[in-house]
Nanobody, 121 residues
Framework: QVQLVESGGGLVQPGGSLRLSCAAS????????MGWHRQAPGKQRELVAS???????KYADSVLGRFTISRDNAKNAVYLQMNNLKPEDTAVYYC???????????????WGQGTQVTVSS
């Protein structure tokens, strides 16, 4: 069974920074991509950033230049450094692992439980 555990959310003032971490545990052979999505109240879940095992990142236009995603393949971990946070970044942030293989025959996606990020003065 694969589990994703997130940490690093919290309350921060506008212009501040937070770093989110997510680690995947279980008998994992490989993970194609890891990333972060977010969901604000009354809105659909949206992709914030993702990164492949080869290190190719992708960002939502709204966070480009402010957020940086990184990955540690040896630890099956992904990180999101969030700088210059804005009130509109307030949401529950979910870690995602896509294309997870625990054997030669499976290929599944997994989600973390979510961590709250609140940007407010």
């Amino acid at each position: 069974q694969v589990q994703l555990v997130e940490s690093g959310g919290g309350l921060v003032q506008p212009g501040g920074s937070l770093r989110l971490s997510c680690a995947a545990s279980g008998s994992i052979f490989s993970i194609y991509a890891m990333g972060w999505h977010r969901q604000a109240p009354g809105k659909q879940r949206e992709l914030v950033a993702s990164i492949t095992g080869g290190g190719s990142p992708k960002y939502a236009d709204s966070v480009l230049g402010r957020f940086t995603i990184s990955r540690d393949n040896a630890k099956n971990a992904v990180y999101l450094q969030m700088n210059n946070l804005k009130p509109e970044d307030t949401a529950v942030y979910y870690c995602n692992a896509a294309g997870v293989r625990t054997s030669l025959w499976d290929n599944d996606d997994y989600w973390g439980q979510g961590t709250q990020v609140t940007v407010s003065s």
